[in-house]
């Protein structure tokens, strides 16, 4: 696709309900990268795929979030037992292999926790 | 621990007024900055890519400067619009190998008044 599409544009879980995000990258693009913004601050990082392979999951808040991209192409971050505060935007972005290249960033994922 | 640090978190100009946006950070060994909009719910729209060996950037009404060596890059807008107004955040990436999350400050919310 011409960008970087993110489903669903909002989700509203109720405290303990699982959710599954996905994100589909512009085509050919070998990074994929999650991050989390909460109100009123910038992203943060949550995790990293090179083609299907999550390099870096350092940032992942607990072991309630999971992250995968099978065949190297569309991502789906899940979050088990959802927690009110997980309630943030989710943004998915991918890039060029390179260092030198830009981040291209989807719509996000606001997701709300009751 | 890469920090980064966007001065004044919150600017208001009339229209037609040039301005400056800051953007500061710890660790000077990255390879590229990024100037990102936001606009209210929703995603990122890359502005301009500094490479680390570049000093500037230019698009339209924009320029971004960065000096690496003490850790700073200002977004320069001129003529401001009240098209303009929207969240501006600043994001350097990890020169760690294998890594290219980026580390985003906290933005700076531009109101250009009409």
């Known amino acids: 696709g011409a960008g970087v599409s993110q489903s669903p544009r909002y989700k509203v879980a109720k405290r303990g309900q699982d959710v599954a995000l996905r994100c589909d990258p512009i085509?050919?693009?070998?990074?994929l990268f999650w991050y989390q913004q909460a109100l009123g601050q910038g992203p943060e990082f949550l995790t990293y795929f090179q083609n299907e392979a999550q390099l870096d999951k350092s940032g992942l808040p607990s072991d309630r979030f999971f992250a995968e991209r099978p065949e190297g192409s569309v991502s789906t971050l899940k979050i088990q037992r959802t927690q009110q505060e997980d309630s943030a935007v989710y943004l998915c972005?991918?890039?060029?292999?390179?260092?030198?290249?830009?981040?291209?960033f989807g719509q996000g994922t606001r997701l709300t926790v009751v | 621990k890469q920090e980064v640090t966007q001065i004044p978190a919150a600017l208001s100009v009339p229209e037609g007024e040039n301005l400056v946006l800051n953007c500061s950070f710890t660790?000077?060994?990255?390879?590229?900055l990024q100037w990102f909009r936001q606009d209210p719910g929703k995603g990122l729209t890359s502005l301009l890519l500094?490479?680390?060996?570049?000093r500037e950037q230019t698009s339209g009404r924009l320029n971004a400067s960065l000096d690496k060596s003490s850790g700073r890059s200002t977004l320069y807008i001129a003529a401001s619009q009240p098209g303009d107004s929207a969240t501006y955040l600043c994001a350097v990436d990890g020169a760690g190998a294998g890594s290219y999350q980026l580390t985003f400050g906290k933005g700076t919310k531009l109101s250009v008044i009409p």
């Open positions: 660790d000077s060994a990255i390879y590229n």
């Open positions: 972005a991918s890039s060029t292999r390179t260092a030198n290249t830009e981040a291209f």
């Open positions: 500094i490479q680390s060996s570049q």
């Open positions: 085509s050919g693009h070998v990074s």
